[in-house]
């Protein structure tokens, strides 16, 4: 019996294989309604993993001509399961192919959104160059979840490009749906812990030209980052982080900007306890 949650060991791959193994012997026999019944019961499970794992091994089936058609009918299936394992099947079939998967992720964000996120994240470490072109493209879209999964798995050039992620977040900084908002605080905190430096005098130009609503955007960020400093004594691995984020937060309270200012008194109230 395989479980509802939690990572496969090799009893449960095992017995997926097994079931696979039928599945593609029915197929084989030209059965596909019986071959489908024992496939979509095995990946309508909540199961992440089995889902994952499933998507996978479908790319073994010798005739890969039955099966896509096959994963392209499950991307579109009322049960979340099933449209999740094609669309693993999908990211496996496609992993050279870059551009082709974000087309098809392109149609399938909104109704396999954790699997989807899960793909993405790992594009961004394999095809940096290609997701910096796209999600361009993405935050500019008129669906308001596309806009906000272009910043998903973006942390992963926290490190090696941090004035791109500054930069996209400035197209961004007024979009007012909270889903995008709260993608850009995840990742403004994450590229601050990695390039301080480079992130502070961004933040600092978009306070001096903001309305509430980016102020409001930019305090939650900024309040996390304070937060961390406060506990420096436990972060001593980011100490260029806590160094410069204490000496912003104290140079701002003295800054010409009124907004500016305001902010670095209102931070400098938790680091300065």
Known sequence: MLNKIGRLDSEATKEIDNILYKVFELLDEDKKEKALKKLYSLSKTPNYFIREYVGKKLLDYADQRKMLPITKKMLKHKMYGIRATA????????????????????????DIPWEAESIINEMWKKY?????????????????????????????????????????????????TIEVQKKITHILTQVARSNPIIVYPYIRE????????????????MKKLANIVNQRSKRDKERDFVLLTDQTIRDW?????????????KLFRIIGK
């Open 206 to 221: 978009w306070l001096a030209e903001a309305d509430d609503k980016r102020i409001k955007t930019i305090w939650v960020s």
């Open 128 to 176: 940096p160059e290609l997701m910096k072109t796209r999600m361009k493209k993405w935050v500019k879209s008129d669906n308001e979840k596309q806009r906000a999964i272009s910043f998903h798995g973006m942390e992963k050039i926290a490190k090696s490009d941090p004035s791109f992620i500054m930069e996209f977040i400035s197209d961004a900084i007024d979009d007012d």
């Open 253 to 265: 309270r003295n800054d010409e900007n009124r907004n500016v200012s305001h902010m670095g008194r």
């Open 87 to 110: 669309l693993f099947y999908m990211y496996n079939r496609y992993k050279q192919e870059p551009e082709k998967m974000l087309e098809i992720l392109g149609e399938t964000f909104e």
